[in-house]
Nanobody
Framework: QVQLVESGGGLVQAGGSLRLSCTASGRTFSDYAMGWFRQAPGKEREFVAAISWGGRVTDYLESVKGRFTISRDNAKNTVFLQMNSLKPEDTAVYYC??????????????WGQGTQVTVSP
C-alpha cells in the first residue's frame, strides 16, 4: 500500500501561483511514477501531469504545458506541482496519484484525498 497526502491548495487570483505537494508513505516511493489529476465541479477527473520514478520523463496535459511543472524529491518521498499563470479554468480538486510506471498513469494504483485549488477572476 502507498498512502498519499496532498497539501498546498488554496485560493489565488488569476495570474498567480501555487505549489502543491504530495508526500508518500508505505512502499518505496522511488519505485513509482507519480502524477497529478484534477476534477472540476460537474466534470470528469482529468490527467494533469506525470513524472517517471527517476524524474527524467514528464508528461503534461496540453492546456497546462508551459505553466505547470511537476518534480519530485525521492529523498523526501514528495512530488510537487508548481502552478504558474493560473486561470479560473484551473479551479478543481487536485489529486496526487501513484502508478508502477508513467505509461500506466492514466489508471493509477493509488490516490490521495485531494486538495482544493480555486482561482478567482
Amino acid at each position: 500500500q502507498v498512502q498519499l497526502v496532498e497539501s498546498g491548495g488554496g485560493l489565488v487570483q488569476a495570474g498567480g501561483s501555487l505549489r502543491l505537494s504530495c508526500t508518500a508513505s508505505g512502499r518505496t516511493f522511488s519505485d513509482y511514477a507519480m502524477g497529478w489529476f484534477r476534477q472540476a465541479p460537474g466534470k470528469e477527473r482529468e490527467f494533469v501531469a506525470a513524472i517517471s520514478w527517476g524524474g527524467r520523463v514528464t508528461d503534461y496535459l496540453e492546456s497546462v504545458k508551459g505553466r505547470f511543472t511537476i518534480s519530485r524529491d525521492n529523498a523526501k518521498n514528495t512530488v510537487f506541482l508548481q502552478m504558474n499563470s493560473l486561470k479560473p479554468e484551473d479551479t478543481a480538486v487536485y489529486y496526487c496519484a501513484a502508478a508502477r510506471m508513467i505509461a500506466t498513469m492514466r489508471t493509477p494504483a493509488y490516490w490521495g484525498q485531494g486538495t482544493q485549488v480555486t482561482v478567482s477572476p
